[in-house]
């Protein structure tokens, strides 16, 4: 059966069949059948701009031409799909690129590289469980408004309490994580570092000794909050001081998304464990992986293992992806280019709004307007304009920015004006509800 009007679909299948845990769907309510760059088009035809972008999943934009025909090729050639952990062509192809464009670069060559289960949350369950294992503690500091994922352990990392809700009995199953203050939660005049080694120093804290410090360089999820170099750079000198790990979770920050290709680069630390997900294919292509130091691989053989490790299309399309991107430091400047046009233009949008304030760095940065009433009616506004665009915070206070890297620059700019016309006209109708 072929559907091309919403209301039809929703009346015979989506509504009718999915389950009420969707989302984004509710807030997008169209039929959308073809993607490409950094555009989306439904089945009436209308075009959107993608400011989304699979929630930084595609930062390098929809079905990029170079990563489609690789990964036509191997298609047709027969080319391995499922390998579990096997050698494979792609899987040795993608590692070798990664060594030579990512790692040798960075001075990362001593790391290890474990392909996890296909999502960003079993990146994590991978890493808290190795910090454990490595220490041979159990408590695992993280930070407030953090975003780690929605598995059992990753959601005891997570600060969100509706997400935190969806694992029943109260969250008395979310256990085994200490939750401390990120870098500027009390404002950028508190240096929550000196709290947090206080809490280490105190032997009377009620803090166990962690195996694993872990936290976003810059908080998705939570807010767009950005980790100063100097934060990192503590958080990095007290895990090392009291005998922990650390964990860097650079999942949604990460690919590119910061200005960098890890979001961590600006304070020139090296962590113990690192995170990856959402961008690494390329492509939209389910992948994920840990990176480790290597004194800290003591697995034995499957302690850690997951059926679809083995993607290998999306090894060919994450292959494709370093080498035209990352091979040298012209994508990143052209990223750090559009920073700065974004920068400027959520200042414009800022200065519509009494209070609001800009959140984020590099190509992820939004505008906090104070409310999530007010958030989510700018980006309501901005859809029915032809921009995606959501909603991040505590409260959905933040107008998240999480444009392809790739946008052209008329095409960024144009969906730039969109949501600055959305914001001026709910400023405008909130303004006029007030009164």
Not at 69 to 98: P, Q, S
């Amino acid at each position: 059966m072929a559907f091309t009007d919403i209301t039809d679909i929703q009346d015979n299948i989506f509504e009718r069949r999915e389950s009420k845990v969707r989302s984004y769907c509710r807030n997008f309510d169209t039929l959308f059948v073809k993607a490409s760059g950094s555009e989306m088009t439904d089945a009436s035809g209308k075009t959107y701009i993608d400011f989304l972008a699979g929630c930084s999943t595609l930062n390098y934009g929809h079905n990029d031409p170079d990563m489609k025909a690789a990964l036509i090729e191997h298609i047709t050639r027969d080319g391995v799909a499922h390998g579990l952990d096997m050698y494979t062509d792609a899987k040795a192809d993608w590692l070798a690129a990664f060594e030579k464009h990512i790692l040798t670069p960075r001075g990362m060559k001593d790391y290890k590289i474990m392909m996890t289960g296909p999502t960003g949350t079993n990146a994590v369950e991978a890493a808290v469980k190795l910090a454990r294992k490595v220490t041979g503690r159990s408590n695992v500091v993280a930070f407030t408004n953090g975003f780690h994922g929605m598995t059992l352990g990753a959601l005891a990392l997570t600060g969100n309490a509706g997400k935190r809700a969806g694992a029943g009995l109260g969250g008395s199953g979310l256990h085994g994580t200490t939750h401390l203050p990120y870098a500027g939660a009390f404002g950028d005049d508190v240096d929550t570092l000196d709290q947090i080694e206080m809490m280490l120093e105190n032997s009377s804290s009620g803090l166990d000794a962690p195996a694993a410090f872990i936290f976003e360089p810059i908080q998705g999820e939570g807010g767009l909050n950005a980790a100063s170099k100097e934060w990192m750079q503590g958080i990095a000198r007290l895990a090392k001081k009291h005998g922990a790990l650390l964990i860097v979770d650079d999942i949604q920050a990460g690919c590119g998304r910061s200005g960098d290709y890890f979001g961590f680069e600006i304070a020139g630390i090296q962590p113990d464990i690192i995170t990856q997900a959402k961008s690494l294919s390329g492509m939209g292509l389910p992948f994920a992986c840990v990176l480790l130091k290597k004194e800290h691989d003591i697995w034995k053989p499957a302690e850690h293992n997951g059926t679809f490790r083995g993607n290998n299309h999306a090894f060919v399309t994450a292959r494709v992806a370093l080498e035209k991107f990352w091979s040298d430091d012209s994508f990143q400047k052209e990223v750090r280019e559009k920073s700065e046009i974004l920068t400027e233009g959520l200042k414009k949008i800022a200065n519509l709004i009494p209070g609001a304030k800009l959140k984020g760095r590099g190509m992820m940065q939004g505008v906090d307007v104070g409310t999530g009433d007010l958030a989510s009616d700018i980006c309501s506004r901005a859809f029915e304009k032809g921009l995606i665009i959501e909603t991040s915070g505590a409260n959905d206070e933040v107008v998240k920015v999480l444009a392809p890297l790739t946008t052209p620059v008329d095409t960024f700019q144009k969906g730039l004006g969109i949501l600055r016309e959305a914001a001026e006209e709910a400023t405008s109708s909130a303004k006029i509800a007030a009164e």
